[in-house]
């Protein structure tokens, strides 16, 4: 192909795909708003395609459903909680201060109003989803992955078992507090920590002083 089609042939697409990515973008945050607007209930594709300003044909171009795009909103949050982790974690030398770190940082979702509200409504929608077993086993597992990283480094006997365990206490803490609307204070995810590492038989190096 000529160069200078070629290269107006990729501006269009590039332009293509700019729109395209505004579109889902703003598909994700109508969802998010229409999931915590009607939390418990069910949102409706109606209400959350208004919210967005686009049209079913546009919706359908990009999910195959409301279950996808439920699932799209999980892996989306998802993400971002991950890229925050793997940065706090980043920070620590010591493999058991980096569990705390993720420990800590998963916890961290109760404890802003805005994320806790989203994350109920995600969460509370996510379980009536035919694919809510796919949601936990892919969507989460870099969060898992990293967690599992640390663990390795610790030196366990059974790092994938401590790893589901530690991950079903947090998520298990997690739900809790979403369920009964309130948030845990800094001595409650301190022992949710102290708990894990315990059974891990681990212990956090005290940092040293400069």
């Known amino acids: 192909m000529n160069t200078r089609v070629a290269a107006a042939v990729g501006r269009a697409l590039d332009e293509r795909q700019r729109e395209a990515t505004e579109e889902v973008e703003r598909i994700l945050a109508a969802a998010v708003t229409v999931l915590e607007r009607v939390a418990p209930a069910a949102p409706r594709i109606s209400d959350i395609l208004a919210e967005a300003g686009t049209s079913n044909k546009a919706f359908y171009r990009y999910f195959s459903g409301k279950d996808d795009l439920i699932l799209a909103v999980m892996e989306r949050g998802v993400g971002m909680v991950t890229s925050y982790l793997d940065h706090m974690m980043s920070k620590e030398d010591d493999p058991a201060r980096r569990v705390a770190r993720w420990i800590e940082g998963a916890l ?94 681990a212990t956090r190096r005290r940092r040293k002083s400069h």
């Open 108 to 201: 961290a979702q109760v404890g802003e109003p805005r994320l806790t509200r989203a994350s109920r409504a995600v969460v509370a929608q996510l379980a009536a989803t035919a694919e809510a077993r796919v949601a936990d086993e892919e969507i989460t597992r870099p969060m898992r992955d990293l967690l599992f990283a640390a663990i390795s480094d610790l030196g366990t006997g059974d790092p994938r078992r401590d790893t589901d365990a530690v991950y079903a206490t947090v998520f298990g803490t997690l739900r809790y507090y979403l369920a009964v609307d309130t948030q845990p204070g800094p001595e409650d995810i301190e022992h949710v920590v102290s708990f894990c590492l315990k059974g891990m038989g």
